[in-house]
């Protein structure tokens, strides 16, 4: 299940940027709600939010490792817990899509401009957002903490 959700959000990551680079020119800004969101497209160096700008090649990396052991560690334990599936799925989608991007351009597309906010993608919310949830997941959800003390402190 979570690699449908993960190739769900690929693929709608993968298409937004189409749409956009194939409409845009960079740096071409649509006003979508004037001075609150605009579509802008922007060629990004640096991972989510822009932060660390011009280290294509240590987010690639650091990316592709990152992928590779969450596609290893579901392939070796599958996850019971169906929150905890559909955000490691997220993740894995939006780390996905921002890698296609570096491995074909050397740089990500990005496009949501909230204005007082960096630009960013669908990939960078399904990351973000993942992370967030995991992190409280990891942090209160009972389950997880059942899992962590029968297992002597490993999740």
Known sequence: ???????????????????????MQPYQTIPVIDNIFHITY???TGAAFSILKG????????????ILAIVLILIKHPIKNKVFRIVIAMILGGAIGNLVDRLRFGYVVDFLDFRVWPVFNIADCAIVVGALILAYFITFHPDFQSL???NGGKP
Do not use: C, E, G, R
């Open 42 to 44: 922007v060629q990004n």
């Open 148 to 150: 962590h003390s029968k």
């Open 55 to 66: 280290k294509t090649l240590f987010f690639t990396m650091v990316s592709s490792v990152v």
């Open 1 to 23: 299940m979570y690699f449908i959700i993960s190739f769900l959000i690929l693929a709608l990551d993968l298409f937004t940027k189409y749409l956009v680079q194939k409409n």
